[in-house]
C-alpha cells in the first residue's frame, strides 16, 4: 500500500473498519469486522451520531442493530483519534432500505466528525467510468443522473426522470445504451420495455442488453483499443492510452456520426423562447 | 469584414474617451480601414472593449462540485432551451458551462480568468472550458500549498523550485500561479490554518506563510509569466484580518502582485459582532504601492454558493451557517470547500462586506490598479456586475441602498463619506482594459489597430444597471455573437496558455517524488496539448 510523508509504514499506519451484513472475503483485509442487522444502517448511523453528541442512547437501541456499546464506542474513539478518515460507501448503503437518507445520514456524520478530526465520505462508484458520465452530465446540465430535456432544457427528478423509470413506465418510443447492461439488471418490465421498441446497443461485447436490442453496433473498448478519459472515484480525469488498435470504431465516433445525422433532421423543437427567466423565491 | 460607425467610443487602453470613431475589422482583429463587409450604425450608442473577468470560477471540480450540491437553485433560475445554433444549459449560482459562455457574452464580456486549478485535475478543468463557448480563457495552477514544492522552499533551494514550478504550470497548460491561503490548506491535512505570516506551517520545521508568499511572487516574476502572482491571502473572511494583509503586501515588495478579491481582507475589530471594514486603511497602503493589482471581490445581497481552495475557512463557514458542506482534498495538492450561503442586508457582517467591497473600488484611486469582480460566485453571481456598475455611478442609488441596512452599522463603514462616482471611461477601465492589462493580455481590452476585435456596444440609458446588463450588440473575434438582445453565435474561444522553459534535468527530479507522493502514473500526470481546444501561446519574459 502507498506509503507517505503523513503514513510512512503504509499499511501498518492505516485502520480498517469493515460493515456489512454478513462475513465476506474482505474482513481477512480489515481490522475491525463490524456486523450489522439487514437493514439497520440509517439507525446505526443515527446511533453513532447520538453518540458523538453525548447524548443518552440505550443498550435495547444498539442492540436493534446488532451491534454492542462498546463496538459502536470504540469505532467512535477510532474515528475521533484518526489523523484523517475516510467513509467508501456503496450500495448496500444507498439502495437498502432507507436508500438516499441512508447516505444522507452517513454524510452528516462525516461533517460532524470534522468537529474532532478530519472526516470525509466518498461514494464507491460502479464498474467503468460512472464517475466521468457523472461529471460531465453535471458541468452540462447541473445534474449528475435523472435528466430529462423534454423541455428543451435539463430537468431533474430522480425516480422520475431516471433509466429505469422511465422504462417501466414505457415513456421512452426508442432506448440508446452506450456501455452498459441494463437487460441483465434492470427488472423485468423495464427489459420487456426495451425489447419492444426500437434498442440501439453499442458495446464491444454481446450482452444481455445487445440480445434483446434491434441493433447492435460493436465498439472498440475503452483504454484498451480506443483512447479517452476515465473519472476516478475521487474525479480526478486519467488519460486512457489503447495498447492495441481495433477494427471498429470508438463510440465516441459512433455517437458523433449518429450526431450528425441526426443535425440534417428537422429541428422538433420548434419556435420556443430562447429562455425561461429567473423565478425568485417569494 | 466588418464597421462599426457613429459610436462613441470608450478605449481607456488608448486614452479615447468617449469621442466618436469608426471601427474597422478584418480577420478578427482592429485595422485601419475595411472595402466593404456588413456596416453596423452605432450613431448614439456607446463602445466599450469587451469584458475581461480577472478572477473566476467557472470551471473544474469545485464548480461542478458546486453545481451537484444546489439542484434546488438549478431548477427555479434561468434555463436556457436548445436551438439550432445553441445548447441548452442552466443559469443560476453555479451555471453550467454552455450557459456560463451565453451569461458571460451577453453581459459583453468576452475573456475569463479561471483562478483556481488544481494541476492533479488541470486535464478535467479543460475539458470544460472547451465547453464554455464564445468567450477566451485562460486558468491559473494553485501552487501554494504544493508538498513538493513547498519542501524546496523550506530547503532554501530556490533554483531547483523555480524548475518545479516551471514543470507544473508547463505541464497543466496553464497560464498563471495562483497562491491561495499559502501554507494554510497545507496545515489543513492536520485540521489546522495559517492565518499570520510569521508562524510555522503544520508539518514543517522552519516554513512560514511569509517564505512561501515572497518567494513565489518572486520565482513568478523570474520566470516571467504575463501575470504576476495572483494572490489569495491568509486569514480570509476573518475579523481583524487587515493586520495580516498589509503584512501580505510588506512581504510582496520589490513583486509584482495581483491581490485576488480583496474585500475579503480588509476587516477590523475583534469577533463578529465588533467586525468593521478597513477599507480606508487598506486602500491608503494599497495607493501608495503601484507594485499591486487588485479585483473586488464585491458582495451582492442573495443567494449564492461559495467555493474556494480555502478549505478550513469553509469548515468554519459551514458551522456558522449549518448548511450543506462540501469538502474535497486533491491529494498532496490542495483541498477545496463548497457551502451554499446567503448575504442578507440585515446580518451585520454581511452589510460590511457589502460596504468593504464598494469602498474599496472607490478609495482606491487608480481604476488601472482595481479590478471589477464577485470572486463568483462567493460575493455574488457574475451575471449581476451591471448592478455594482450601477452602486458605482450612481452615489444617489448607493446612499438608497445604505438606507436599508441596520443603522448600528454606519459607524463601522465609510462608505457614506464617499461621494465618488465612476464616469463611463472608469468604468471601462476597471471591466476591461485594465484586467486585461493585469493579465498581460494585449490584444484584450483594447480598440486599437491589431488588438482582438472584441467589442460592446450598447444603447446609453439613465438605468445604467439595465445598460449594462443588456448590450444591443456584442462582437467576438469580429463575429456579431448578441445582437438585439438574441444570441445569435457561438464560435469556440481560445484557450491562453504559457510554456515555461525549465532544465532538461526537472523530470528526472521530479520522477522519484511522484512515485512515493501521488497515485497518478508520472507519464499521465501533464495535460497533452491536443486536449486543449484552440491554444494560444503567449509569451514568457522575465521581469527585471
Known sequence: MQKSKHLPAGRKDRTMVLVDIRETKSVKASDVFLQVRPGKDFELITLLRAMLREQKVTDDQIAETGLTREQCVDFLDRAKAAKFGVFFFGMGL???????????????????????TKFVAMPMRGHGNVTGADVIMRWQTGYPFGITFNRGYPRYNPGEFSTVDVLVRGDTDCAFIIGADPGATMPQPAIDHMAKVPT?????????????????ITTAPAGIAAPGTAYRMDEIPLPLKPAIDSPYPSDEEVVRRINEAV??????????????QHQPIS | MLRVTGGKVFDPANGINGEVRDLCVDQGRFVGSV?????????????FPGGVDVHTHVAGGSINFARAMTPEDHRRTQAFIRTKTRRSGIGGMAPTTFATGYLYAGMGFTTVNEAAVPVLSARHTHEELSDIPIVDKSSLVLMANNEILLDLIEKGELERAKQVLAWYVSSAKAYGVKAVNPGGVAAWKYGNDAKTLTETISGYKTLTPGNVVTNLAKLVDELGFPHPIHLHCNNLGAPGNISTTIETMKHLEGHRAHLAHLQYHAYGGDDWTTMRSEAAQLAEYFNAHPNMTTDAGAVLFGDTVTITADGPWQHLLYKLTGRKWGNLDVENETGCGIVPYTYKPSNLVNAVQWAVGLELLLLIDDPWRVFLSTDHPNGACFWRYPEIVKLLMCADFRNECMRKLPVSIMNKITLPEITREYTLYEIATIMSAGPARAL??????NLGIGADADIVIYNQEDDVEH????????????????EEGEIRETPDGREFIVQPKYESDTEAFLQPLFEELYTMQFENYPVEMERIEHPDIQECVPVE
Open chain 1, 94 to 116: 444507498s439502495m437498502t432500505r432507507g436508500k438516499h437518507m441512508n447516505s444522507a445520514a452517513l454524510l452528516t456524520l462525516a461533517a460532524e466528525l470534522n468537529a474532532f
Open chain 1, 200 to 216: 440501439i446497443v453499442l458495446d464491444p461485447h454481446v450482452t444481455h442488453t445487445s440480445k434483446l436490442a434491434k441493433v447492435h
Open chain 1, 263 to 276: 443535425a440534417q433532421k428537422a429541428d422538433w423543437l420548434g419556435t420556443r423562447p430562447q429562455s425561461i
Open chain 2, 35 to 47: 472595402d466593404g463587409g456588413k456596416t453596423i450604425d452605432a450613431t448614439g450608442m456607446v463602445i
Open chain 2, 440 to 445: 498581460g493580455l494585449k490584444q484584450k481590452g
Open chain 2, 467 to 482: 445598460m449594462f446588463g443588456h448590450p444591443r450588440y456584442v462582437i467576438k473575434g469580429g463575429e456579431v455573437v448578441i
